[in-house]
């Protein structure tokens, strides 16, 4: 994939390319290029409430060369340089055709295999966690560690640290580069107690620039274990030398790295037909110009900072297929949901998200973005055992089953989709001691289990 030659010259092309204003781009080249590719391709309206899982193939044809033919009339904004990366069409799908299928991570008994999937796939999904979400410094290694029992949490990734020594992390300041040193320590310190020393890694989660994941990276990688460098923009087509600042790094240690944005339902875009044109669009434009092996731009509604309600699933189902169906791609999505621990919210919006995105072929998750990613005490093993076991049992499931299964987990949560629970905090539903759950938490994760259990979806118990 990524070369420094490659880099260069996309960083020359920042020098070099179109100019733009930051408000130019947001509220006029993106909404007008969206809406005219929707139009060009009529893609307007083909969102099906009854639908959340696209079960339309052509559809996903159709958005995905939409997406492609977009992709390569308006490139990515650098809004360090105020001008347009261009990408051609034949370069966008030689760096697609040149990416991996698969990827062997990990050592020893957690060495796993990302590759990629088609709808309908019998290969089972890679499940990571537990995302960056921001914990207590005290807290890190129990809930790393509880949540690496689960062996079906392929991947490690996160939490990220609240303070350093009980001090604030400052964005852009050195605070971040101690702080990717400490995450380092106490990662492997709750590696080694659960007893998954192969497992594979992300990137520093701490730090939101560069400077974490140049200090952090060295001490995290290595040629049997490669690292997976987190590389992720502010919004939709859009590219920042702070990305390019960590693709550095990662191709320079000869390691692997994700990139992409999230792109919002109610944003730049418009409505869902136009995020999910930009979905795509975007995670084609990351090939050629950051070089990942691995794509990941997820869309989000802003009207509830979610991707669990039908607008986002159908979304998200239909940039997965568009991928999966028409490139080799290892393709990454994440689910957002805002429900928190020791709420039956947490569990039913999860398997929403992970059951049609496993049907609809996606590759690879990370989660759980607990209670939103708002409170730092609010993250707990037993939600991510969940969303590990039915991720994987997804695998094999039809488009139409996985929309029967989606409409009927919808129906447990989608009541008030922008007041969903909080929940409870690790220290009302766990014993931080032993990192056991609640009896309270334990029997709502049963009973939903329980409830998908009757359904086809089976559980390790």
């Not at 990524?2 to 930051?22: F, H, I, N």
């Not at 990629?116 to 990571?128: I, L, Q, S, Y």
């Not at 952090?216 to 502010?234: D, Y």
């Not at 084609?284 to 039908?310: A, F, H, K």
Request: proline share 7%; glycine share 8%; hydrophobic share 40%.
């Amino acid at each position: 994939m990524a070369t420094l030659e490659q880099l260069v010259e996309m960083l020359q092309r920042s020098k070099d390319g179109p100019p733009c204003s930051a408000r130019q781009w947001e509220t006029e080249v993106i909404p007008q290029t969206v809406n005219r590719y929707l139009e060009k391709f009529d893609l307007k309206g083909t969102y099906k409430r009854e639908e959340p899982v696209n079960l339309d193939p052509a559809l996903a044809d159709r958005f995905f060369e939409a997406g492609l033919a977009m992709a390569a009339d308006i490139g990515l904004f650098c809004p360090d340089t105020e001008t347009i990366i261009k990408v051609s069409r034949e370069e966008i799908l030689q760096a697609v055709a040149e990416a991996p299928s698969s990827l062997d991570l990990g050592e020893g008994e957690d060495r796993i295999t990302l590759t990629t999937r088609k709808p309908e796939d019998p290969v089972p999904p890679v499940f990571g966690g537990p995302l960056a979400l921001a914990v207590p410094q005290d807290l890190y290694v129990p809930i790393v560690a509880g949540i690496l029992a689960c062996r079906q949490v392929r991947i490690l990734q996160g939490p990220s640290l609240d303070t350093i020594f009980g001090r604030a992390i400052y964005s852009g300041t050195p605070f971040e580069s101690i702080a990717a040193f400490q995450e380092n320590r106490l990662r492997q310190e709750a590696v080694d107690q659960a007893g998954r020393p192969g497992i594979p890694s992300t990137s520093i989660s701490s730090s939101t620039t560069a400077y974490g994941q140049m200090a952090g990276f060295p001490g995290q990688t290595s040629p049997a274990n490669p690292s997976l460098a987190i590389i992720l923009n502010p919004a939709e087509l859009k590219v920042t030398y702070d990305s390019f600042h960590k693709a550095t790094v990662a191709v320079g240690y000869n390691s692997y790295h994700f990139s992409g944005s999230p792109t919002i339902i109610g944003g730049y875009s418009g409505p869902a037909e136009g995020a999910t044109l930009s979905s795509i669009a975007t995670d084609l434009l990351q090939m050629p110009i950051l070089g990942p092996q691995i794509p990941n731009t997820t869309v989000y509604d802003e009207r509830y900072n979610s991707s669990t309600g039908r607008h986002g699933l159908w979304a998200m189902s239909v940039a997965t297929q568009a991928l999966a169906r028409n490139t080799d791609l290892i393709v990454y999505k994440v689910v957002i949901q805002t429900a928190g621990p020791c709420t039956e919210e947490i569990l039913y919006a999860n398997a929403a998200g992970l059951l049609s995105l496993a049907a609809s072929g996606v590759s690879m998750t990370i989660g759980c973005w607990s209670a939103g990613g708002t409170l730092s005490d609010h993250i707990t093993p037993l939600e991510h055992r969940f969303c590990a076991e039915v991720f994987e049992a997804g695998a094999g499931l039809s488009l139409k089953a996985a929309n029967e299964l989606t409409l009927y987990a919808l129906s447990k949560y989608e009541y008030d989709m922008r007041n969903q629970p909080l929940g409870k905090s690790i220290y009302e539903c766990y014993d931080v001691a032993s990192m056991e759950p609640t009896r309270e938490w334990q029997e709502i994760y049963d009973r939903v289990a329980g409830d998908f259990s009757g359904r086809g979806i089976s559980f390790s118990g």
